[in-house]
């Protein structure tokens, strides 16, 4: 028998709740109920909650900041955007668009995941500070390469038409699927005897290691998880632009995954969920009303909340309110 | 006499700085071994080297006979070999049974880790009255049973302990030291002690080693070191 399964685990209600009423919400708009501009709303926190978390497995769950990982992001869109590009003859005719675009979605995450599991295998065995500075190095290195690439628009872009009738509709449920695989995968990690193994490795990886715990081979396989969950949401963001930029290299991408994971406290699996909400809502918030000085506001919620809250939005909720704490994990 | 650990000349140090110049020692089975040495002498470099969590720079490392030199620590965890690290290195955000669960997780204690926790709890019973308390709100002297219990639950077959006495009340100390005794007499583990408290330790060790600037300087069983000028001189303060 597992031992294992007498450990608490964290309540997945939230996670259930999240599904359901994003769920609900697609229906909604499939049939004509919600507007267009109300369901955008849902799919940019789809996008936000979906990096926060590929980002929280590396940073969060085992504490090593993937200063990079828009890097991810960036090379799931790429390829997303190629093949879609380059496949644009079959799909005008009335070939499918989404097979062509799960091929581009699979090229793209399996060459993250592999990408992290190199450069994971010569960069995770040292400690400290080396592993950002790795990954932001990385970014900067795909990221001009990848600008050499000259497509239909040189550059780096990349446009493609794959406009159909409800083509936002079932956007939605792309966004949607995308959404439930990050929710699940990173729930189960959190939650597995792997996922402890990662707590271990964050709070004090010399105590992992003695207790037989398999550090590097651990972080790789977090690194891993996170790439490839990036990369989904770098592709189904690319969908649904028509398009690829190098701007879904810039660091400042990377920085929205740090500050969402920080605001809603580390180390959890519904902190960067309610992250995601805090920072949407700033983001839309000030964007909207001030937008000359949205970047500065956000900054200065994220010194706050740095020096305030070290354990987040999560933690102040957990130690608040004890009972909650199952909820807040 | 069976050995479960022999260290054949061992060097190994941080950077560009050795730390251990050369260490023999050998773990005789069912015994208490000690290293002892003040500050600074190489006791803990010495028990991380074995771990492999510091690597050797040369020499060897024998487990019951097998060289186990370049092994990663999490194999050597699972071949028997425990270390209860020094500061007790807790998860303050876990549990008291969160630990041991965790620990037990391992494919070596998997199959026994229900008995070993009923092991564990009847040789510390405040454990078990603290099982759901955050490791981070037990006192000192808890802490480092917890230290020690998580350390059980690997299912040690060489079991070594890092300064275990390190920040305790003098009470606390005899406990510990009652404890390790323990160990050896009913749970016959092979035991290898690292320790400051040259009193504590030569009150429960069958042989002990002293080590100074990473080179053992004497080696003996307990009653002949006792006799030693230089141990009393130097150690025990006679």
Request: net charge neutral.
């Amino acid at each position: 028998m597992e031992i294992t399964k007498y450990l608490k685990k964290p309540s997945s209600y939230i996670m259930w709740l999240l599904i359901i009423v994003f769920g609900i919400v697609g229906v909604q708009y499939y049939a004509g109920y919600i507007s267009a501009s109300t369901a955008a709303i849902f799919m940019d926190l789809m996008k936000f909650i979906g990096i926060a978390l590929s980002l929280a497995v590396i940073m969060s769950y085992t504490g090593y900041v993937s200063f990079g990982h828009v890097v991810f992001f960036g090379i799931g869109g790429f390829f997303t955007a190629y093949e879609l590009s380059k496949y644009s003859q079959q799909i005008l005719q009335g070939g499918n668009p989404y097979t062509i675009f799960l091929m581009g979605m699979l090229i793209g995450v399996g060459l993250s995941v592999l990408l992290a599991a190199t450069v994971g295998a010569a960069v995770l065995r040292l400690r400290g500070a080396f592993f950002a500075i790795a990954t932001i190095g990385l970014d900067y290195v795909i990221l001009y390469l990848e600008m050499t690439y000259k497509g239909g628009a040189g550059g780096g872009e990349i446009y493609f038409n794959v406009s159909r009738p409800r083509f936002l509709e079932e956007t939605y449920f792309v966004f949607f699927i995308a959404f439930v695989i990050t929710l699940i995968i990173a729930y189960i990690v959190k939650v597995s005897k792997f996922g402890y193994g990662l707590a271990a490795i964050r709070e004090d990886e010399d105590a992992a290691e003695v207790i037989g715990v398999d550090t590097v081979r651990y972080k790789i396989y977090a690194f891993m998880i996170a790439a490839g969950l990036a990369a989904i949401w770098g592709s189904v963001y690319s969908w649904r632009q028509f398009n690829f930029t190098p701007e879904n290299f810039s660091l400042g991408i990377s920085v929205d995954m740090i500050v969402m994971n920080v605001i809603g406290g580390l180390g959890t699996f519904i902190g960067p969920i309610i992250g995601a909400f805090i920072y949407y809502i700033i983001y839309r918030l000030t964007n909207t009303y001030l937008p000359q000085l949205a970047y500065i506001i956000l900054g200065i919620i994220v010194v706050a909340v740095v020096s305030f809250l070290p354990e987040g939005v999560a933690g102040l909720i957990r130690s608040k309110f004890p009972n909650l704490r199952k909820y807040f994990e | 006499m069976t050995y479960v650990l022999e260290l054949e000349k061992l060097e190994s140090g941080y950077g560009e700085t050795q730390v251990l110049f050369g260490v023999n020692l050998k773990a005789r089975k069912g015994q208490i071994t000690a290293l002892l040495g003040s500050n600074g002498a190489g006791k803990s470099t010495t028990l991380w080297t074995i771990m492999g969590i510091v690597k050797p720079w040369g020499g060897k490392i024998l487990f019951n006979g097998e060289d186990v030199t370049m092994l990663p620590p999490y194999k050597k965890v699972n071949i028997g070999m425990t270390l209860v690290p020094e500061g007790r290195r807790l998860w303050p955000q876990l549990t008291v049974e969160e630990h041991l669960i965790m620990a037990a997780s391992i494919p070596r204690s998997k199959e026994r880790a229900q008995e070993i926790l009923e092991m564990v709890y009847q040789l510390f019973p405040r454990l078990k009255e603290r099982r759901n308390q955050l490791a981070g709100t037990l006192s000192g002297g808890e802490q480092q049973m917890l230290a020690i219990a998580r350390g059980l639950m690997l299912n040690p077959v060489l079991f070594m302990l890092d300064e275990p006495s390190l920040g305790l009340a003098p009470k606390l100390v005899q406990e510990i030291a009652e404890t390790i005794s323990k160990l050896r007499d009913e749970w016959k583990l092979t035991v290898l002690l690292v320790e400051q408290n040259i009193h504590m330790s030569m009150q429960i060790a069958d042989y002990a080693y002293i080590i100074e600037n990473g080179r053992i300087v004497l080696e003996g069983t307990v009653d002949e070191l006792k006799e030693n000028p230089m141990v009393k001189k130097a150690y025990l303060g006679l």
